[in-house]
């Protein structure tokens, strides 16, 4: 008979030897980048109030948290993205600052997704926080640190696509759409729906400057030379125009960076989360048909907990991060190499002190005692192969 108890909920899965190993490895490996880049980690609980989530903040549909309440009657929520914690945090422990605060942070989130979706319910996401500045400087620091965090990985072939929040704002603003129309054709854009959007602005009375410029939220760009044409139809509309030159700026000081080769504009780009305010932009690879990395300007955010500070930030999802290293056959290198000394009860305490002679180098020891009761010397050294071996003198 099947013992339920054995199998995980859906949407949740085990992570153990090898690909654990993996795992943390290369988290490793990325934290050293970030941290090379000066931020701190902080660390925030799983579970918050749920108010840190809701519509108001611009987060995650109700519908999709995990609630429950607390022996006080409050309700909570599992976090289902850990930017406004982090926010919410900042806003507490550093109120007054005259320098900028960057933060990092790993942890797990979850988001109780439709099954059907097949997407993991609780994944692992590893990001950065720069708060105090708004500049197209540490626009370009957030994404030259998303590019050198995915190249340690062992990533080459992979794209960020960069896009501004405020162009889709200002087009629908100067459109004059309603709240109904504006959720209407931000659906038909998100499913990349570009010809039903076409077919959407037909039916308003637009100018041809204003229908030039929503033609463009369909196209990538890679670089502001293929959007030149875009300023003169944004002439008389400064919000767009402001976006566009923002966008150019932005360009330049990647170049600088040396990072523009894995860049490219995507001016439709729109995300889910309602508190970003100016750049948003999210990374793809082969092998994972979700984002690999997501990040946005979300100047408004803290205001919410008290704290008027711009930032901006990214989370690298982890998850799907290791599986495109995986489909296409990136070896993630494991930190060290483990090492198996096989004793018997005789020379036990030359075991323990080669072991800890060992250990106190930096080296991973793992003793085994061999009992000739459940195997002989050769099955010991069959089961144990593929660790380097040491088999101490004895009776056996």
């Known amino acids: 008979m099947e013992n339920k108890l054995l199998h995980t909920p859906e949407g949740v899965r085990d992570i153990y030897n090898d690909e654990c190993e993996k795992k943390h490895a290369l988290l490793s490996r990325m934290r050293a980048v970030i941290h090379s880049f000066g931020y701190r980690f902080i660390e925030t609980p799983t579970f918050e109030f749920s108010d840190i989530f809701g519509n108001e903040v611009g987060t995650t549909p109700s519908k999709e948290l995990y609630k429950f309440t607390d022996r006080e009657g409050n309700t909570l929520a599992l976090r289902p993205d850990i930017t406004p914690s982090v926010a919410r945090a900042a806003s507490k422990y550093f109120p007054i600052e005259n320098k900028p605060v960057r933060l990092c942070y790993q942890g797990n989130v979850f988001i109780n997704n439709n099954s059907y979706q097949g997407r993991l319910k609780e994944s692992t996401q590893l990001g950065v926080e720069f708060i105090g500045e708004n500049s197209v400087d540490a626009d370009s620091e957030i994404i030259a640190l998303v590019v050198k965090n995915l190249r ?34 931000k659906t038909l854009i998100q499913n990349k729906n570009f010809f039903g959007v076409e077919a959407f602005i037909s039916e308003y009375n637009l100018s041809k400057e204003l229908v030039g410029l929503f033609n463009i939220l369909g196209k990538m760009y890679a670089s502001p030379k293929e959007w030149d044409f875009a300023f003169s139809l944004a002439a008389d509309y400064p919000e767009i125009e402001e976006a566009l030159s923002y966008l ?50 979300y100047d408004g955010l803290l205001s919410y907990f008290g704290k008027n500070a711009p930032a901006i930030g990214f989370a ?21 190499q483990q090492e198996v000394i096989l004793y018997t009860e005789n020379n036990r305490k030359i075991a323990v002190a080669t072991a800890e002679e060992l250990r106190n180098e930096g080296k991973v020891v793992t003793l085994v005692r061999m009992d000739d009761k459940k195997g002989s010397l050769a099955e010991y050294q069959e089961k144990y192969q593929g660790n380097k071996l040491t088999v101490l003198d004895g009776e056996f």
């Open 152 to 185: 340690e990985a062992g990533l080459e072939d992979f794209q960020i696509s960069i896009g501004h929040a405020n162009l889709f704002r200002g087009l629908v603003k100067a459109a004059g759409f309603s709240p109904e129309e504006v959720e209407q054709l």
């Open 248 to 297: 150019k700026k932005l360009y330049e000081l990647l170049e600088i960076y040396d990072v523009t080769k894995y860049i490219s504009f995507e001016m439709g780009l729109i995300s889910t989360y309602q508190y970003y305010t100016g750049i948003l932009f999210s990374g793809y690879t082969f092998g994972s048909g979700e984002p690999i990395v997501k990040g946005g300007r």
């Open 316 to 336: 690298l999802m982890v998850d799907q991060l290791l599986l495109a290293l995986e489909r296409q056959k990136i070896e993630v290198d494991m930190e060290k």
